[in-house]
């Protein structure tokens, strides 16, 4: 069953943020007490192709690296160490053993990646001055604003073979432009 949530922002947001849980990676399945989670504020970046944590959530978290992976920054690139997560988004979708590397980031203790955002559904609008970013985890959707423009588009729809031509000639648009 597909678990979702929405988030709202006021204005066009650049950096859509949310609350989210972190915790040491563990199976929930497997029963037993899960190691504690804690709220880390957490950027969705469709720039970053892994998930990342900050020294902050390391130490929280009482962390150990499983490995180091090479990883492309604005500034270059560094080998960061890397570290196994249990991420609870909103409405408790939970992504578990998540591959997280571990950079010095301002502001969020956390960048959610495409290695997360790219497993559901996942959309950003801004409409009357309001941002929303959804996410749905997991993917029931094709999304193709194209094919699919939806209820609210301002694309016209094509005239039917007997209808007038929209050009305006006066004639049917199967003789006009629909021929």
Not at 39 to 48: E, Q, R
Request: aromatic fraction near 8%; hydrophobic fraction near 30%; charge should be positive.
């Amino acid at each position: 069953m597909p678990q979702s949530f929405t988030s709202t922002y006021p204005g066009l947001t650049l950096t859509p943020q949310n609350k989210v849980k972190i915790s040491e990676a563990f199976d929930p399945k497997a029963g037993g007490t899960p190691p504690p989670a804690f709220d880390f504020d957490a950027v969705w970046d469709t720039g970053a192709t892994n998930t990342v944590v900050t020294q902050k959530v390391v130490d929280t978290l009482k962390l150990s690296p499983v490995t180091k992976r090479r990883t492309y920054t604005g500034s270059g690139s560094i080998l960061a160490d890397v570290y196994l997560v249990n991420i609870v988004l909103p409405n408790n979708v939970q992504m578990v053993g998540v591959p997280a590397s571990c950079l010095p980031i301002t502001g969020p203790d956390a960048l959610i990646g495409m290695d997360i955002i790219t497993r559901g559904d996942f959309a950003i609008t801004n409409k009357n001055g309001v941002s929303k970013m959804s996410f749905q985890f997991p993917s029931t959707h094709d999304i193709d604003f194209v094919k699919n423009p939806g209820p609210f588009s301002s694309t016209v729809p094509k005239p039917g073979r007997n209808d007038q031509c929209p050009c305006g000639s006066g004639k049917k648009y199967k003789n006009c432009h629909g021929a």
